[in-house]
């Protein structure tokens, strides 16, 4: 199978697709792989390493675009629209629920569309292709709002672990998940005062295993919530309803009610969010200030360590990337999690959830 690998197109995306080291399995599995030069450069691969894996470096994302296979990592922005064609599967990050411009286009097309972020394993939100970003994005979102607490970037000047004599910052995770268990050990590890709200008391109960008295763990109730985010000096969204909006959690009155200059990071944002004042962002323009808080929405939070986060997210697709390029379509019939990652197919919009999110699109 021909299989294209374009440069990321979206602000300061600089994860890449296919590692030179996947390239190289994909050619002892009989494959060719096509990538768009300079695709790796951001995250430390040159056309040079990509040759030597067996790749043939291309000068156009038309070239790489027009393929059996394309992988990516985020989604098809509107200049790449015009790329998206019947008999071609698209292999990426998607989160249609929050972009109903691009699910309009995909359908269109007549593309086959496959979700990394809905492909999932038998068992409770068991999704192997969103977790690696998840974990890198709950750190990150920990390190970034420990940044915009700084005076100078506009924060309440708090440090989050504290000193001797002064009590540490506070910190409030929503969502008890993949996200928020990550975003809490970075938080405990700088000193922080942490809470984590979730609905699943099962959840609370193993996050009490790993983290004991260093995390105040409280069901996720409006009481609760209101209570927390007004004290906190960082929270972080950390919601995930699998293929739908993020529900909104804080509302816009509740975010006035926040410390001036304390700092909210939405890692849900690719999903719509689960705060009412926040949008989405870019690397180049990543906060504003909104009711007096630093808001900071990047939805590809992860592009800011490409050099990690390829290899990271290329460990944990490449079987599925192999599985694809040798079966085709037919890989779907075999591998019923990887099934479950089919979002849009001839013309038809064919995920439940998405489904639910734009009823006006199934056919």
Request: hydrophobic share 45%; with cysteine; charged share 20%.
């Amino acid at each position: 199978m021909e299989i294209g690998v374009p440069k990321e197109t979206k602000d300061q995306e600089f994860r890449v697709g296919l590692s030179p080291s996947s390239v190289r399995v994909l050619r002892e599995n009989g494959h060719s792989i096509f990538v768009e030069t300079q695709a790796g450069s951001g995250a430390g691969f040159t056309d040079a390493d990509y040759q030597s894996a067996g790749a043939e470096i291309v000068t156009t994302a038309e070239a790489v675009w027009n393929r059996e296979l394309v992988v990516k990592v985020k989604e098809p922005l509107s200049s790449e629209y015009k790329f998206l064609r019947k008999e071609q599967i698209l292999f990426t990050y998607l989160h249609l629920a929050a972009d109903r411009k691009l699910t309009e286009n995909l359908i269109d097309s007549g593309i086959c569309a496959i979700a990394y972020e809905t492909v999932e394993l038998p068992g409770a939100n068991r999704l192997p292709l969103l977790t690696p970003m998840s974990i890198i994005a709950g750190r990150l979102a920990v390190q970034f709002g420990a940044r915009y607490l700084e005076r100078q970037q506009g924060g309440r000047g708090v440090l989050l672990g504290g000193v001797p004599g002064v009590k540490p910052g506070k910190v409030v995770i929503l969502g008890g998940g993949v996200v928020g268990t990550e975003a809490a050990r970075i938080a405990v590890g700088m000193g922080a005062a942490v809470q984590i709200l979730d609905v699943n008391v099962e959840r609370l109960s193993y996050l009490e295993t790993i983290f004991g008295s260093r995390v105040e763990l409280l069901y996720s109730s409006s009481a609760h919530i209101e209570a927390a985010v007004k004290a906190a000096d960082l929270v972080v969204g950390a919601v995930l309803v699998l293929g739908r909006k993020a529900p909104i959690l804080v509302s816009r009155e509740l975010v006035g009610q926040m410390h001036p200059g304390s700092v909210i990071v939405d890692v849900a944002v690719d999903q719509g969010g689960c705060v009412e004042t926040l949008h989405a962002t870019s690397h180049t323009n990543p906060v504003y200030i909104e009711e007096g808080v630093v808001h900071y929405g990047v939805p590809n939070m992860p592009g800011a360590v490409p050099w990690t986060a390829t290899q990271a997210l290329n460990n944990s697709t490449l079987p599925y990337v192999v599985q694809l390029a040798n079966l085709g379509l037919k890989a779907l019939d075999v591998n019923p999690a990887l099934a479950k990652g089919l979002n849009v197919q001839n013309h038809r919009l064919v995920h439940p959830a998405v489904q639910e999110v734009f009823p006006d699109l199934v056919s």
